[in-house]
Nanobody, 120 residues
Framework: QVEVVESGGGMVQTGGSLRLSCAAS????????MGWYRQAPGKQRELVAN???????QYADSVKGRFIIHRDQVRRAVTLQMDSLTPEDTAVYYC??????????????WGQGTQVTVSS
C-alpha cells in the first residue's frame, strides 16, 4: 500500500508565492520520480514539474523561471516553490509518485489534490 499526501496550497494575490509539499509513504523499495500536475476547470491535467531519479528537473514552459521543484530522497518527499503567481496558475495541483516495487515493477500513485487560487 502506497500513500501520497500533499500539503500547502491556498489563495494568494497575483505576484504572490506558495509552497506545495508532497510525501510518499508505504511499502515500496524506492522512488523513480515525483512530480506535480495541475488541472484547471474545463481543462486536462497537465505536467507542471517533474524530477526523476537522475535529478534532471523538467518544467512546463508556462512555469519556467517561476517554479522550482525540489526532491528530498531520504524523506521521499518533493516540494514545489511557486513564485510570481498569476490567475492562470489557478488549478488543483496533484502530486504523482512513481515508485519502485518488488521485481523492479513501477507503480504510479497520485495524491488527493490541493487547490491553488490566484486572484487578480
Amino acid at each position: 500500500q502506497v500513500e501520497v499526501v500533499e500539503s500547502g496550497g491556498g489563495m494568494v494575490q497575483t505576484g504572490g508565492s506558495l509552497r506545495l509539499s508532497c510525501a510518499a509513504s508505504g511499502s515500496f523499495l524506492g522512488i523513480s520520480s515525483m512530480g506535480w500536475y495541475r488541472q484547471a476547470p474545463g481543462k486536462q491535467r497537465e505536467l507542471v514539474a517533474n524530477i526523476p531519479a537522475d535529478g534532471r528537473r523538467q518544467y512546463a514552459d508556462s512555469v519556467k523561471g517561476r517554479f522550482i521543484i525540489h526532491r528530498d530522497q531520504v524523506r521521499r518527499a518533493v516540494t514545489l516553490q511557486m513564485d510570481s503567481l498569476t490567475p492562470e496558475d489557478t488549478a488543483v495541483y496533484y502530486c504523482k509518485a512513481v515508485v519502485i516495487q518488488q521485481n523492479d515493477v513501477r507503480g504510479t500513485y497520485w495524491g488527493q489534490g490541493t487547490q491553488v487560487t490566484v486572484s487578480s
